[in-house]
Each structure stands twice: as structure tokens, then as C-alpha cells.
């Protein structure tokens, strides 16, 4: 994996999540799913310690795609963490079994 492969990764996960967020947005959710384990896929990279480091603007410009990535996550969470805990309100509580 050499730069560009780097910031291609970056990209996409960036887009992957603008993408989600569009889709918390509108309650999509099974979007949001697909969605999700798209971007859990492309992120598997940076998890296997391939990702070479970066230097210059190569390396301003991931970090700004990583802001990006984590404003996004943000947004999703602001949009599905309300709506989780509704949900949970709305299911019963499991019984203990006697």
C-alpha cells in the first residue's frame, strides 16, 4: 500500500460515511447497515498495520479526511442514539426465569 492507496482508503471511507449519515438522516436503516459494513470492510486495512505512514500534505490531508470520518460518526450517533434509546424504552424488560 503506498500513499495514494492511503488517501484512496481515507477517501472512501469518508464517503462511505457521508453516505451513512444521509441515510441516519432519513431512517434508512437498513442503508445505514449495508453501509456500515461497507465502511468496516474498507477500514479493515488500517487494522492489520499495512498503512504506511504519511508525510507532508499527503498527511494534512488524511488528517482532514479523518475529522471528517469522525464528525461523521458523530452526526450518526446524535441521530441514532436517541433513537436507540426510544426503542429500548419501547421493549420490555427480559424477566428473570424461576
Known sequence: MNSNDVLSMYENIAGLTNQMVVAARSEDWESLDALEHQCASAASATQVGTVPALSGSSRMRKLELI?????????????????MAQLSRAMPAPRAHR
Open 67 to 83: 475529522k471528517q470520518i469522525l464528525a461523521n460518526d458523530r452526526a450518526i450517533c446524535n441521530i441514532t442514539e436517541p433513537w
